[in-house]
């Protein structure tokens, strides 16, 4: 039987339109659901799939393979899918016309890229204001007449980005707190924080400030319920009381919690401190403690699918469609 994961990708692909026929795509093969990234532009057509992995804390090379293999072995053309272990593999650069920014695949700098063909496209799977330098070498991208492109996660076939808002309210849930009544503050001062905004409001909560102003927080803390970080280009850490002064805080309410999104903050060594935090494992500033993957099937595979369609569009020369974000 087919799963509803596969089932789901399907019913992204014919609503992207997405057809990737002839081309030869790079991208990853993960866990999670990030499993199922070699089986997309397998379903849409391609022509050949190489997904590179490695061990890492999620799982081991063998088990992920192994794992795609057997959602993927019923699967028109499974034979087209090409599974590397390893760092780089050169043949797979030369040969692909898509790469995806995926995690097994980065860094892609001059090292793997100066194999590429100058006609391979690099769509990000995420808004171009998101792109991270130390992910992407853009100018060496440039040089070489590499197209990449973000993906507009707001549009209309996607609406993946409202969505934030949702990932936020289940974190808030499973840390054991309400929104409902609650007053909390949200510290962004980007899209991410606007739209967590609008869904704490729309659930109830009694008052939500965003804001990036340390003493307006210290004005805020002795009557708030929870703090959530989720400030994108935050490179400083909240350890720093320089910068952020949690023990302050603390002091002035000693039972507020904190919540991350984003951001470099010592989870274990502040829960050792007697803080409320969620998540407990560290935070990394410009990456996300839960990706969309946590919420659930719909949001990922529209914005992987989406970020494959970005790829297409480059492929096409449609680099003006509303879903691709040029750089």
Known sequence: MVSREIVKIQQCITQLNLNLEGFEVLTEVGSGLYNYMPIIPLL??????MAWTRDSRHGTASDIVEICRNSATALPKFSNIDFYDGHINEEHLTRADLITNSGFLRPLNETKLKFAKDSTVVPLMFEVWE??????????????GIKVAGTNESHEDLNVFPQVGHL???MVFE????????KIAIWSDDDFGQVIEKTFLSLGADEVTVTTDFEKLV??????DFLFISDY??????DDPSFFDLDLLRELNRH???LHLFGEIDSIALKNKGFNIYPPQNGNGKYMSRTLSYL???PFFSLMVGGFKVGENLLRGKIDDKLVQIL
């Open 44 to 49: 849409a057509g391609a022509k050949k799939v």
């Open 131 to 144: 792109a991270r330098k130390e992910d992407v070498d853009l100018d060496y991208c440039n040089r070489r």
């Open 168 to 170: 936020a309210a289940k």
């Open 175 to 182: 840390a054991g707190y309400e929104i409902y009544g609650n």
């Open 219 to 224: 004005g805020l803390i002795p009557s708030l």
């Open 233 to 238: 280009d935050e490179v400083r850490s909240y």
């Open 256 to 258: 507020f919690g904190i």
């Open 296 to 298: 659930g099937i719909n």
